[in-house]
């Protein structure tokens, strides 16, 4: 069964870090891109960062420069980590994994930044 699991959300403040962590069971090889979306109260769920099997990271412009993304094609993981969080960064965080036309999303992962 294909799975996605996220882990290292919670409650920081403002200026502090945080790192997501992202672990895919029961994709079939290879993976190719994965990524992490996130979604605030009222919000639509918007891209943050995803990166491609050979290690090419894409960014939104609202976290360049503060969050970093990487992954692990042995593992199967994907990482964020997130630096200098600001109040409007606090979203639930789904990472997601590609496989040919389909992708796989997990449950989420609940940020919080407290000003």
């Known amino acids: 069964q294909a799975q996605l699991v996220e882990s290292g959300g919670g409650l920081v403040q403002a200026g502090g870090s945080l790192r997501l962590y992202c672990k895919a069971s029961g994709i079939p090889f290879p993976i190719s891109t994965m990524g992490w979306y996130r979604q605030a109260p009222g919000k639509q769920r918007e891209l943050v960062a995803t990166i491609t099997r050979g290690g090419s990271p894409t960014y939104a412009d609202s976290v360049k420069g503060r969050f970093t993304i990487s992954r692990d094609n042995y593992e199967n993981t994907v990482s964020l980590q997130m630096n200098d969080l600001k109040p409007e960064d606090t979203a639930v965080y789904y990472c997601?994994?590609?496989?040919?036309?389909?992708?796989?999303w997990g449950q989420g992962t609940q940020v919080t930044v407290s000003s």
């Open positions: 997601n994994a590609w496989r040919t036309s389909t992708i796989y």
